[in-house]
């Protein structure tokens, strides 16, 4: 049942909120997945009471303007909850309680929506594989030896594994798209701006968009119109209206639509071969659906990793500061001076992917680095942000592989231990077709597109211009409803 | 480019971290091929462009000069590490 | 001595009079108990974001316009990356790359002769407060009541060449930025801080190795830290030896300093635009309404005082020392319409009170004392209270400035004049019945004897009818 459908028999009183959230309940309590991360005790019988209370208030006729009204929904464990725990997945913030809502908490309970948990990723966001969080890896719903992707990983895998029907993740430079592509669901980062920041943790400000993960591209678009608009307590949300569920063209047609498609992207060595079969088949999807294919050249190719890579480390380091065992979180038992207290806490609460992206980040932004590194990647992204200017007059839409490959074997990475030259170059690699998204702020979703001979799910990822994001939902829907089922967990 | 040791060292004291030896070397190894990796970027030719921080040109996010309540003592001293009634506390500092 | 030169320059950071703070809406209130004007955002807790102050920005915008500062009109902020209790997000907002002011400067005069210099001033920037350490015998306490608050850094060239030019240049930026109504400048409360970049030379010397002074808390400790610092380097010189590159603390009570230990961590501050905030964008028209809106600066005062007042330089000059005392003057001539004896008034029995009270100008409420002395200058202008009761009552308001009203406190007292002539003729009908001998001796054309009667009737009458309308009664009846 998608998460449309949940609200709906809701709101027509032919389900409870409680027969909704209590199979989610029993999810995150088996935690089949290691989607989940820990709640503070007594987390059930909390939940179960909100359900009540949410009941009744649907029943004396609150909500029925809200299409997600009764849906349970996971929160990536980087959103801020009042009075619950929320540690980006990091021994540093373990026991941490938010005294406050991030603001998409605040909408998300005001369409009537109920919270069931946190969901597992990446520590702070940083890593693609889920393996570095602090709570363990989370493995793919797929095949129990794959990794589900980060850094969202528990958001796409708790989806996949239909233990929620929605859940919430965040993008920085692909964290949604590619566990999305990895567990054969739906992922939006949508435009950046156009959901509010506050009470997420921060990995990279200016790359960090909120999005959503669904089963379905309509669910996708529901859940984005409950949390996107403007905020007044994010500065850089800039979006004056949240997306609206009926201008978004359920039954769009692809006639006419002018594709895009960036050659080289596709000739990219460490491209999966089946990966590039199956999105040359949505292509032709889009071609025999009357859409005009045209190939480009997508230039600076090399320079989008780099560009990335070092922007992201360099917010990070700064943005990861604040975590110093002073005001909150882990403190060194055997930290006796300042300094030590600084020091090990750091040291100890950091895990080891964290601390090699904090030395990178202070490495670009150091004196005598900052105009060779930092300022250079600024002016990539400049250059590749016009690019895309130049790009979206001709293009609606330019498709690409969500990923290069499938998901990755668990501890692919050796995380703790050394990178081999080969794991450096998959983990770069792996965020090849996204991360240039982030660095232009633009919507991109990933839809699946199909399977590779293992039975993993593909990701064909459908990037839009700025702010046109209810017309890439639009799009996307329309390719679902053609693709059909090719592939369903 | 070379990482040495004490390149090392001196982001390991920006950074704010105490490494281990074992750690230092993985990082210098690492960081080493990292570098390697991104310092492509050196050769962007970038005469000209003004380097963008922002995804976006908006401008101007204010707010008014209005006070709101602030939040309790209590709430913001909630998971301080050590703390009493009314601060934080932290290990002596010196001047 | 003489062949030494000090070349200085200062940092002087003013904490902006805005009623919140920089980037979140909790109270800038001085004075609360510790944590208590917090809120997640300026204790930076995880996930918060910063959302500027737009009156920080007009703030700056005033000062920057003022002193002739080139206004950047695209600016924005940086971060600078250091680790510090003090320092909750362990960076502080600052702006290095595009600061709001640059260029500009103030003309200051000098010591006794009054010699005119300028000083240039390098940039201006917008920034945010730490938070404050109170220390115990064995750890330290963190109160972030004072973190995040706005702060203008006023960086000045190295132009001062002498203790009396900084305190020139400080007394100057002192008086622009109240008048400005931009900072409260309360030294003691750490709302205006300067630091001093102090270095020797000889004279047309290189430019020689600088210290940074800081922990200075008052003008006077300022001049005193000057000449040791000065001193020092110089005796340290002369000896051989070398100065190092360092942060110094004053300490006020020993009357010296010392070098402050340099923290653990290198000093790289790794600035960059702070990705949280957008730049800022200042039109034209904003900057036109700006400096339109841009209130009358004490020299202003001064001039316009001695023009429509006739007020003398050194009254103008003592009226205007002090926000609170022009804006004194101001609203109890506005209340009384009697510019002169309210100019009279501020500039001696009032500074007079003052002193001897030893209260700060800064202390006093200048809305709710000029209401009650413009009702005592009326009365004592229309001759209704006499210049010893209106002293009298001058004091007690300014004593007690919320509780004496005035006119209760002078009908409490009987302080009125009597204004009834039938009362004062009584009276002197009665002391000339006492005074026969007198009288004969003003019949016998002494004119020495009226005095004497003029005296008697003003004692009878304790002082409560005016001297003109004695003596003009005491002339009808003598004549009668």
């Known amino acids: 049942m998608s998460a449309l459908e949940i609200s709906a028999k809701i709101k027509a009183g032919e389900l409870k909120v409680v027969d909704a959230v209590r199979p989610c309940l029993d999810a995150l309590k088996e935690n089949r997945h290691n989607a989940f991360t820990p709640v503070k005790t007594g987390h059930e019988e909390r939940v179960l009471k909100k359900a009540e209370s949410l009941q009744k208030r649907i029943d004396a006729g609150e909500f029925v303007d809200s299409p997600l009204a009764g849906v349970p929904i996971g929160l990536k464990d980087n959103v801020s909850q009042i009075n619950e725990l929320v540690t980006g997945s990091s021994k540093m913030l373990t026991g941490y309680e938010s005294v406050f809502n991030a603001t998409i908490v605040d909408k998300i309970e005001q369409a009537g929506m109920l919270i069931v948990g946190k969901l597992n990723m990446d520590e702070f966001a940083m890593g693609s594989t889920n393996e570095t969080s602090f709570y363990g890896a989370v493995t793919n719903p797929h095949n129990n030896d794959r990794v589900a992707g980060g850094s969202s990983g528990g958001s796409a895998a708790a989806v996949a594994a239909k233990e929620i029907p929605l859940a919430i993740g965040s993008d920085t430079g692909g964290s949604i798209r590619q566990p999305s592509a990895f567990c054969g669901v739906v992922g939006m980062k949508p435009t950046y701006g156009t959901v509010s920041r506050y009470g997420v943790l921060a990995f990279a400000s200016s790359l960090d968009q909120v999005g959503a993960i669904a089963s379905n591209v309509s669910d996708c678009s529901a859940l984005l119109s409950v949390i996107s608009g403007e905020d007044k307590l994010d500065s850089t949300c800039v979006t004056k209206k949240p997306f609206c569920l009926e201008t978004i063209d359920e039954s769009a047609n692809l006639s006419g639509l002018k594709v895009g498609i960036p050659r080289n992207f596709l000739d990219v060595d460490v491209l999966d071969k089946e990966i590039k079969e199956s999105v040359t088949a949505a292509i032709e999807t889009f071609r025999t659906a009357g859409a005009i294919i045209e190939e480009f050249e997508m230039p600076l190719m090399e320079y989008i990793i780099p560009a990335y890579y070092i922007i992201s480390c360099a917010e990070g380091s700064s943005n990861f500061s604040k975590y110093d065992g002073l005001k909150y979180g882990y403190r060194s038992e055997k930290a006796k001076t300042l300094n030590e207290v600084y020091r090990l806490s750091r040291s100890e609460g950091f895990g080891m992917e964290v601390k090699r992206r904090i030395m990178v980040g202070s490495f670009v932004l150091s004196s005598g680095y900052y105009d060779a590194y930092y300022k250079k990647a600024l002016q990539a992204r400049e250059l590749i942000k016009n690019n895309y200017l130049k790009l979206f007059e001709k293009f609606d839409v330019i498709l690409t592989p969500t990923t290069p490959i499938t998901a990755y074997k668990l501890k692919s990475h050796q995380t703790e231990s050394e990178i081999a030259n080969v794991g450096i170059m998959k983990m770069y690699m792996g965020d090849i077709y996204t991360a240039s998204v982030n660095l232009a702020g633009l919507p991109a979703i990933s839809v699946p597109c199909g399977v590779d001979g293992e039975g993993l799910p593909i990701g064909l990822q459908i990037i839009g211009d700025s702010f046109a994001d209810e017309k890439l939902l639009g799009i996307a829907k329309a390719y679902e409803n053609i693709a059909g089922s090719v592939v369903k967990a | ?95 | 001595m003489s062949k030494w030169e000090v070349v200085m320059g200062l940092e002087v950071h003013a904490e902006l009079s805005t009623k919140t703070k920089i980037f979140c809406g909790c109270s800038t209130v001085f004075g609360g108990k510790p944590n208590t004007n917090v809120c997640p955002i300026c204790t930076g807790m995880p996930g918060t974001l910063p959302v500027l102050n737009r009156a920080v920005l007009d703030y700056a915008l005033k000062l920057g316009v003022t002193l002739g500062c080139n206004i950047n009109q695209n600016c924005k902020f940086d971060r600078k990356n250091y680790f510090y209790p003090d320092l909750p997000k362990a960076y502080q907002v600052s702006q290095l790359y595009a600061p709001i002011c640059q260029g500009g400067g103030l003309e200051i005069e000098v010591g006794e002769s009054g010699e005119k210099k300028f000083i240039n001033i390098h940039q201006i920037h917008m920034e945010e407060d730490a938070g404050k350490l109170v220390h115990e015998s064995n750890f330290t306490q963190i109160d972030y009541n004072r973190g995040c608050v706005p702060l203008l850094e006023i960086v000045s060239k190295p132009d001062f060449r002498s203790g009396d030019e900084v305190i020139a240049y400080l007394e100057k930026l002192r008086e622009t930025l109240m008048y400005l109504d931009v900072c409260d400048c309360k030294m003691q409360e750490g709302s205006l801080r300067a630091d001093v970049n102090l270095s020797v030379r000889k004279l047309g010397g290189e430019l020689g190795t600088r210290t940074e002074m800081k922990n200075l808390n008052s003008f006077k400790a300022i001049a005193r830290a000057i000449v040791y610092e000065s001193e020092r380097q110089i005796d340290l010189l002369e000896s051989g030896g070398e100065v190092k590159q360092e942060t110094r603390r004053w300490d006020d009570e020993r009357g010296e300093s010392y070098a402050m230990r340099s923290k653990a961590n290198a000093q790289d501050y790794r600035y960059f635009p702070d990705p949280d905030l957008l730049p800022i964008s200042i039109t034209d028209e904003e900057l036109e309404l700006i400096r339109k809106s841009l209130p009358e600066l004490a020299h202003q005062k001064r001039e316009r005082y001695m023009k429509d007042y006739g007020m003398s330089k050194i009254v103008a000059c003592t009226i205007t020392s002090h926000k609170n005392l022009s804006d004194l003057f101001e609203i109890t001539t506005e209340h009384s319409e009697q510019g002169g004896e309210v100019a009279n008034l501020i500039s001696g029995e009032f500074m007079r009170l003052l002193k001897s009270s030893n209260t700060l100008p800064e202390k006093i409420e200048p809305e709710i004392l000029g209401r009650k002395f413009a009702e005592l200058v009326k009365l004592v202008v229309d001759s209704k209270i006499n210049r010893g009761a209106y002293k009298e009552v001058v004091g007690k308001v300014f004593e007690s400035p919320h509780e004496i009203e005035p006119m209760a406190y002078i009908e409490e007292k009987g302080l009125l004049m009597i204004t009834d002539t039938g009362a004062v003729e009584e009276a002197v009908k009665s002391i000339l019945a006492k005074n026969q001998s007198a009288v004969d001796d003003y019949r016998a054309g002494k004119q020495k004897a009226f005095g004497f009667l003029m005296g008697q009737t003003m004692k009878k009458l304790g002082g409560t009818a005016s001297p003109d309308v004695i003596k003009s009664t005491l002339t009808d009846v003598l004549k009668g």
């Not at chain 2, 309790?72 to 001293?77: H, N, S």
């Open chain 2, 1 to 95: 480019m070379k990482f040495n040791h004490e390149l090392v060292s001196y982001l390991e004291d920006l950074s704010c971290l105490a490494l281990s030896e074992d750690e230092k070397a993985t990082l210098q190894s690492d960081l080493e091929k990292i570098l390697n990796h991104i310092q492509i970027i050196d050769k962007l030719d970038t005469e000209g462009v003004i380097p963008r921080s922002h995804p976006f040109d908006n401008v101007n996010a204010f707010r008014e000069d209005v006070v709101v309540s602030s939040f309790d003592r209590e709430l913001i001293l909630k998971n301080a590490p050590e703390k009493n009634d009314e601060m934080f506390i932290v290990p002596k500092t010196v001047e």
